[in-house]
């Protein structure tokens, strides 16, 4: 079975370095500023000519609370006056954009992010929505996915209901931990009769997929305690679960310097979460997806790779990677055929560019032929857990075995140590290196020498 996952803790241990998460190769590490909006719209242009299906992401930055363990792009305020002056600029955004593409390219997916956007109220959801509705071409038929992040402090039935009306149909949830202790120690209050009430909400009103987010390795976390949120996790019966490794980098996020450090599990302890995490999902029935990521045997994500469809973008784990993906909002990233950019993750900054009928487009990449090579083997090694050289070979025109030919002393350890297997035709990653498939993937990365992995989580 695809989700099949041997537990060897000197192997984890050995190869748990830190390295990128890989929803996109070349990585985000190596944008520059060389890339900008003239790049933009020759991208969209070539967007338009092939009509090919969008995907769309739009980040809404504004929370009314901070927690300590967050890396996101955000502003902490309880002014919600502060959203209308941002969604002005937003909608000058989408404005600009749409006009560079065929209004009957159709978004396939749309998903908001934050931040917390329900911070918006119901009226400022309305409008937006509306305006995506005026520029881009949305499915009226309930048949895109349409997700959305849900804060459960930020969300009742009302609420619930007004996205449903507005045509969302899928919920991601951040839960984190149930602990009370942990809670307080990360500032984020939120009990499980909350988060209930919001999947209550969300299965009455037929939403067709709820998404849950955990996170391992938080302050005052103990592998008992932890395990007790994973069991009450499983009764909501969520189709999807993401159980991220906390990251503690507060040299870069300075939320997290209010975290007390004498306060975190030791790495044994974050081990020992995993497992049993794992052990409870898969007994539970869910599937290893890969990277964090567990799902129902009848979701999208465990169908589409039963099926060798999967993807992984921005988004992360995706059925939609065929999809041009356009970013709106501070810090968003695009990926538009072979090019990558993001806009300033300053607000100020995206406003008055905005402001000034200019795209905040501040860095990018755009993908050479190697790169596109490179992210294809990545791609294939992430969502699938094996690689058939001949297709490498016939889509590139090359010969895998001499392309990567420095590579091979490593693989070969690999195989020596039971992460892969290393055949005359395909690399398999076995059970006992599925949670390691990052250290795999990075040793395709061409770019991993040059930057400090001090950037990058740990692989487990």
């Given at each position: 079975?695809?989700?099949?996952?041997?537990?060897d803790t000197d192997l984890i241990r050995r190869y748990d370095l830190a390295g990128p998460r890989y929803t996109s190769y070349p990585t985000a590490v190596q944008f520059d500023?060389?890339?900008?909006?003239?790049?933009?719209?020759?991208?969209?242009?070539?967007?338009?000519?092939?009509?090919?299906?969008?995907?769309?992401?739009?980040?809404?930055?504004?929370?009314?609370?901070?927690?300590?363990?967050?890396?996101?792009?955000?502003?902490?305020?309880?002014?919600?006056?502060?959203?209308?002056?941002?969604?002005?600029?937003?909608?000058?955004?989408?404005?600009?954009?749409?006009?560079?593409?065929?209004?009957?390219?159709?978004?396939?997916?749309?998903?908001?992010?934050?931040?917390?956007?329900?911070?918006?109220?119901?009226?400022?959801?309305?409008?937006?929505?509306?305006?995506?509705?005026?520029?881009?071409?949305?499915?009226?038929?309930?048949?895109?996915?349409?997700?959305?992040?849900?804060?459960?402090?930020?969300?009742?039935?009302?609420?619930?209901?007004?996205?449903?009306?507005?045509?969302?149909?899928?919920?991601?949830?951040?839960?984190?931990?149930?602990?009370?202790?942990?809670?307080?120690?990360?500032?984020?209050?939120?009990?499980?009769?909350?988060?209930?009430?919001?999947?209550?909400?969300?299965?009455?009103?037929?939403?067709?997929?709820?998404?849950?987010?955990?996170?391992?390795?938080?302050?005052?976390?103990?592998?008992?305690?932890?395990?007790r949120t994973v069991e009450e996790v499983i009764r909501l019966q969520p189709d999807r679960l993401s159980v991220f490794n906390y990251a503690h980098l507060p040299e870069r996020?300075?939320?997290?310097?209010?975290?007390?450090?004498?306060?975190?599990?030791?790495?044994?302890?974050?081990?020992?979460?995993?497992?049993?995490?794992?052990?409870?999902?898969?007994?539970?029935?869910?599937?290893?997806?890969?990277?964090?990521?567990?799902?129902?045997?009848?979701?999208?994500?465990?169908?589409?790779?039963?099926?060798?469809?999967?993807?992984?973008?921005?988004?992360?784990?995706?059925?939609?990677?065929?999809?041009?993906?356009?970013?709106?909002?501070?810090?968003?990233?695009?990926?538009?055929?072979?090019?990558?950019?993001?806009?300033?993750?300053?607000?100020?900054?995206?406003?008055?560019?905005?402001?000034?009928?200019?795209?905040?487009?501040?860095?990018?990449?755009?993908?050479?032929?190697?790169?596109?090579?490179?992210?294809?083997?990545?791609?294939?090694?992430?969502?699938?857990?094996?690689?058939?050289?001949?297709?490498?070979?016939?889509?590139?025109?090359?010969?895998?075995?001499?392309?990567?030919?420095?590579?091979?002393?490593?693989?070969?350890?690999?195989?020596?140590?039971?992460?892969?297997?290393?055949?005359?035709?395909?690399?398999?990653?076995?059970?006992?290196?599925?949670?390691?498939?990052?250290?795999?993937?990075?040793?395709?990365?061409?770019?991993?020498?040059?930057?400090?992995?001090?950037?990058?989580?740990?692989?487990?």
């Amino acid at each position: 079975m695809l989700d099949a996952i041997r537990w060897d803790t000197d192997l984890i241990r050995r190869y748990d370095l830190a390295g990128p998460r890989y929803t996109s190769y070349p990585t985000a590490v190596q944008f520059d500023s060389q890339v900008g909006t003239f790049d933009l719209f020759h991208a969209l242009r070539d967007s338009r000519k092939a009509q090919r299906p969008l995907s769309l992401y739009v980040h809404v930055p504004f929370c009314a609370n901070i927690c300590y363990y967050c890396a996101c792009n955000k502003v902490i305020t309880k002014d919600r006056g502060r959203a209308q002056p941002y969604l002005q600029r937003l909608e000058q955004e989408i404005q600009l954009i749409a006009c560079h593409l065929d209004p009957t390219q159709k978004v396939e997916q749309l998903h908001f992010g934050g931040g917390t956007p329900t911070f918006l109220s119901h009226d400022e959801l309305r409008q937006l929505m509306a305006h995506l509705r005026k520029h881009f071409n949305l499915l009226d038929d309930d048949s895109g996915d349409y997700g959305i992040e849900i804060d459960p402090r930020e969300a009742d039935w009302s609420t619930m209901g007004l996205l449903r009306e507005l045509g969302f149909n899928r919920v991601s949830i951040g839960l984190q931990d149930l602990d009370p202790a942990v809670q307080r120690a990360v500032n984020r209050l939120q009990s499980l009769e909350e988060t209930r009430a919001v999947i209550d909400a969300a299965r009455t009103l037929q939403f067709r997929s709820i998404n849950i987010d955990l996170i391992y390795g938080l302050p005052r976390q103990t592998p008992e305690n932890f395990a007790r949120t994973v069991e009450e996790v499983i009764r909501l019966q969520p189709d999807r679960l993401s159980v991220f490794n906390y990251a503690h980098l507060p040299e870069r996020f300075m939320p997290q310097r209010r975290i007390n450090s004498d306060e975190l599990p030791t790495p044994a302890q974050k081990l020992e979460m995993l497992q049993r995490t794992i052990e409870q999902l898969i007994a539970a029935g869910y599937r290893y997806i890969g990277m964090d990521h567990f799902a129902l045997p009848d979701d999208e994500l465990a169908i589409a790779q039963e099926e060798s469809t999967l993807q992984r973008n921005f988004q992360g784990y995706t059925t939609h990677g065929h999809c041009d993906l356009i970013g709106l909002g501070v810090s968003a990233i695009s990926q538009i055929g072979d090019l990558y950019c993001q806009n300033s993750s300053d607000l100020n900054h995206y406003q008055n560019a905005l402001a000034s009928m200019q795209l905040a487009t501040s860095r990018g990449l755009l993908c050479n032929a190697d790169d596109r090579l490179r992210r294809a083997v990545i791609q294939q090694l992430i969502c699938h857990f094996s690689l058939e050289y001949a297709d490498i070979e016939q889509a590139f025109n090359i010969d895998f075995q001499g392309y990567f030919g420095e590579l091979w002393p490593q693989l070969q350890d690999m195989a020596k140590d039971g992460l892969i297997e290393l055949d005359r035709d395909r690399i398999t990653i076995l059970p006992t290196g599925r949670l390691l498939v990052r250290s795999v993937c990075m040793v395709f990365d061409a770019y991993l020498e040059q930057h400090s992995r001090q950037r990058f989580s740990r692989v487990v």
